[in-house]
């Protein structure tokens, strides 16, 4: 199902040899001068056995910066996820953030006899559609707040947004009690047996339900749904979109309204979300519609937007608070009350900064995009 000397052929990275432009833009070789895309293409296309295991393939945070500079469309994060596929194949050793409790929990999910109880968090006032064929995919958001707790992240709050602003638009849907993680921080850390078993459980949950149509709040969920699994389990057969491309169209046909909230806000472009799925007007198009909301746009935004800085769960250091540093000053800059993003996972990055900083990392208050819309409801 893999083919890992393909898949490096189909990213085009030996056009990489001849360049090197995309160094300029990435955050992590700003701070990091060991850290250069070309040169790690170089020493794995060279094929040179006998060099030590090149440890700087785990530096890079997947935020996809340099195929918006590349001139030759080199699909470089995607190498990078092959070559971290084969460093673990021949016994590397990953350097799990968070104790590995993230990982622990991805694996215990993909267990077949597996039988969750994760709905104890859905407000009596949202209402499902039982036999609806659309579902809502809420990923990993009920663990993360348990295991995030201290940085006092609410990334269910999000959730629980999403869902209200589908009940006052009328659109049904269901949510599956048995749903697994979705597998993604897997297969980007190159642990691509663990991201079957996940993805393989998912699938069957679905054809089990009869679902048709997937609808996400967590851009990681939306890309892996909608492009991960047809790439690598063939055709599901099941439309995946994201909240904000339910949403927003009907806020522009006037079919749904928003309140008002005195607030100044800037928002920050998920990299998943944005460079990856290009869904950069929908959120602000939300945004816009909430009354009283004045929206101020950071130094570096849409296809230009810095990433929240960190990686999937590995490997996380002093050059990504560096560049989670660099993000919230830019945010600071804006003078917003808040700064809202749509992924949950920037929302814990860089929480998880400005607890851990300095004294001098900014203090901006981080809110969910589905969050602050559905609050200008109440």
């Keep these: ?119 104890g968090w859905l407000p009596q006032d949202v209402e499902l559609a039982e036999q609806c064929d659309t579902i809502f995919f ?7 707040d348990v295991l995030f707790s201290d940085l006092g992240v609410d990334t269910l709050d999000g959730v629980k947004g999403a869902l209200r602003l589908l009940n006052r638009a009328h659109i049904p849907f269901n949510i599956l009690a048995n749903e697994r993680c979705c597998g993604r921080d897997l297969l980007l850390q190159g642990d ?14 679905f054809a089990r339900h009869g679902v048709g149509k997937i609808i996400t709040n967590c851009p990681e969920c939306h890309y892996t749904l909608k492009v991960d699994y047809p790439k690598i389990l063939g055709s599901t057969g099941i439309e995946v979109v994201h909240l904000t491309e339910v949403i927003a169209p009907l806020l522009r046909s006037g079919e749904l309204r928003l309140g008002m909230l005195e607030k100044r806000a800037t ?8 460079r990856c799925s290009r869904i950069f007007d929908e959120p602000r198009q939300i945004l816009a519609a909430v009354a009283g909301l004045e929206l101020v746009e950071m130094e570096q935004n849409r296809e ?21 540093g660099q993000r919230l000053a830019q945010a600071g800059a804006t003078k917003a009350d808040v700064m809202v993003t749509a992924c949950p996972k920037c929302q814990i990055h860089l929480k998880c900064a400005q607890k ?23």
Aim: charged share 20%; net charge negative; aromatic share 6%.
């Design 1 to 119: 199902m893999f083919d890992t000397e393909r898949e490096i052929s189909d990213t085009r990275i030996n056009l990489c040899l001849d360049c090197g432009k995309c160094t300029v833009v990435c955050p992590v070789a700003q701070h990091d001068p060991d850290f250069n895309p070309r040169l790690i293409a170089q020493r794995r296309l060279g094929q040179n056995r006998n060099i030590p295991q090149d440890d700087t393939i785990w530096s890079c945070i997947s935020c996809y910066m340099c195929t918006e500079r590349c001139n030759y469309r080199v699909r470089f994060p995607e190498f990078i996820h092959a070559l971290r596929f084969e460093a673990l194949e021949e016994g590397a050793q990953l350097q799990c953030t968070h104790g590995g409790a993230l990982q622990a929990v991805m694996h215990m999910m993909a267990r077949g006899d597996l039988h969750q109880d994760r709905l």
């Design 138 to 144: 809420v990923g990993c958001a009920p663990y993360f």
């Design 192 to 205: 691509r047996e663990g991201f079957l078993a996940l993805a393989r459980a998912n699938m069957e949950e």
């Design 267 to 274: 928002y920050h472009d998920p990299c998943t979300l944005g």
């Design 304 to 324: 230009k937007a810095l990433c929240c800085g960190a990686s999937p769960w590995v490997h996380c250091g002093a050059v990504n608070r560096q560049i989670q």
């Design 356 to 378: 851990s900083g300095d004294g001098k990392t900014t203090q901006v208050e981080i809110q969910d995009l589905a969050s602050v819309a559905a609050r200008s409801l109440d």
